[in-house]
């Protein structure tokens, strides 16, 4: 463990001094300096890609907009038309669906424990800060949520991939003996943490070193897949991101095709050259010609591909969403209006099973998350005992039309599988607190349809 705080400090001594400002190729590089992003080998090389993963996906994407083989920088900047389409994020949201709505949590265990871990759900919004992990895991391959003691409550906040270093354990792959966290901004900042020792640095400096009682380091990670021959793993991104920018310099070329050699032009044949040229829908023009020479008004069409154009931006785009396993009809690309239900479920199931993968994956998740908070508990309350965190997922909300949505409901109910006031709070999620106030608010319903002589007030059921 000594021998990785060590090796944890060097790195973080190394990044600090100077700062390593994750700086990405600038506007208007080449093709080949963009790509070169994904072969370069080294801690650096991993930071710097997983900061272009996420510029790409937070929208950053005109500065990756390649130039044209004879192009300068200066022609680059000048370019009037520049297009771009952040299709890694929309499909990177499309697949973190799984905190999308409220997720349910049972807390049990010691009394203490319990309670502490409430009032840790409380004060952060968990599910949020999930839904950003699970973004961030699948586009960079992983990505971590930290913990922090501050002003006598437990925070939480996700951290990225390109703000991270590890040590890990040469056993256990998935398993951290040592982060390097680096503050945002300059890359001046870093802290290292081990499960026993604590070290901030600032400029190449050890500003200072301490021990500390938690047992564990700060963070609980997330892979986006289980890592075989080393901490680090692939994300979403890597795949998504240089077919992101392969759409958007073909977007800008149609942009450009359609702008220059898009339109008609107009091409007058043999004027009277004594008479000025104007061009108005008030005056005609007049030609004075002999013999067989030809005169008139054409308007020339140039053979521009855009139709071509069009066909590969749909084809690159179906391309990408095959190979991420997400349907069409998920993002309405071509999507037939008539398609039936059944056929709609057959179409979402590589979604629905990513779904399934992803449950079983941040149900250790959340559990590590609670482990956390109790070791930050005791180090800094003296809170002991221990709680287990119980997560129930809400089911996917499936392709259903109305009727068909009505049948299922009536059918749950007359079953007992679900009450009235369920389905209230279930379309109505922010009117009732609890599902005691979504049963108040139905019984008083049935009150107020019973004095107006309504049958309704029949279907309450009988204790």
């Known amino acids: 463990m000594h021998d990785a705080y060590q090796l944890a400090l060097s790195i973080a001594l190394e990044q600090t001094s100077p700062p390593r400002v994750l700086i990405p190729p600038g506007p208007g590089a080449t093709a080949a300096e963009f790509y070169a992003l994904f072969t370069d080998q080294g801690e650096g090389a991993r930071r710097l890609l997983a900061r ?20 300068s920088h200066a022609e680059f900047a000048r370019r009037p038309h520049r297009h771009t389409l952040n299709l890694t994020r929309v499909l990177v949201d499309v697949l973190s669906q799984l905190y999308r709505r409220p997720v349910k949590r049972a807390i049990t265990g ?24 699970d973004r961030l895991a699948r586009l960079q391959g992983v990505a971590a949520l930290g913990a922090s003691w501050q002003d006598g ?17 040469p056993h256990w792959p998935a398993a951290p003996l040592a982060v390097v966290a ?3 901004g300059d890359g001046g900042v ?42 680090w793993v692939e994300g979403r991104g890597v795949s998504i991101v240089p077919a992101n920018a392969e759409f958007n310099a073909k977007l800008t070329e149609l942009a450009q095709t359609a702008s220059l050699q898009g339109f008609g032009v107009m091409e007058i044949v043999n004027p009277d050259p004594a008479q000025p040229l104007v061009l108005s829908p008030a005056r005609a023009i007049q030609f004075r010609v002999s013999g067989d020479q030809p005169f008139g008004v054409n308007f020339k069409a140039p053979n521009a591909p855009i139709g071509d154009l069009i066909a590969d931006l749909e084809f690159c785009l179906r391309a990408l969403l095959k190979s991420q396993r997400i349907p069409e009809s998920v993002l309405s690309v071509h999507a037939s209006s008539d398609a039936s239900g059944v056929s709609i479920l057959a179409q979402q199931t590589p979604v629905l099973e990513d779904r399934v993968e992803r449950q079983q994956l941040f149900r250790a998740v959340e559990a590590d998350v609670a482990d956390l908070c109790l070791a930050l508990a005791r180090e800094h309350e003296g809170t002991g005992g221990r709680a287990e965190l119980r997560v129930n997922y809400p089911e996917p909300e499936l392709e259903q039309s109305a009727h068909e949505r009505l049948a299922a409901d009536e059918w749950r109910l007359r079953h007992g599988l679900v009450t009235p ?8 999620p922010d009117g009732f607190a609890t599902d005691e106030e979504a049963r108040a608010a139905w019984q008083a319903n049935l009150q107020a349809m019973r004095q107006a002589g309504s049958p309704a007030a029949d279907l309450e059921p009988k204790a």
């Open 153 to 169: 409550e437990i925070r939480l906040w996700p951290w990225p991939a390109h703000r991270l270093c590890v040590v890990p354990d």
């Open 110 to 133: 010691d009394h203490r424990a319990a309670e502490r871990i409430r009032r840790v759900l409380a004060r952060n919004p968990l599910d949020l800060l999930l839904l950003n992990l």
């Open 52 to 71: 272009v993963l996420w510029d790409f996906y937070r929208g950053e994407q005109l500065r990756y907009l390649p130039r044209h083989a004879a192009e």
């Open 190 to 231: 870093a802290q290292v943490w081990t499960p026993d020792r604590h070290a901030l640095v600032s400029q190449g400096r050890v500003a200072r070193e301490a021990d500390h009682g938690l047992g564990r380091v700060p963070f609980a990670f997330v892979h986006d897949r289980s890592p075989v021959d080393g901490f």
């Open 182 to 184: 680096f503050a945002a």
């Open 421 to 428: 006031w369920q389905l209230m709070r279930r379309d109505d």
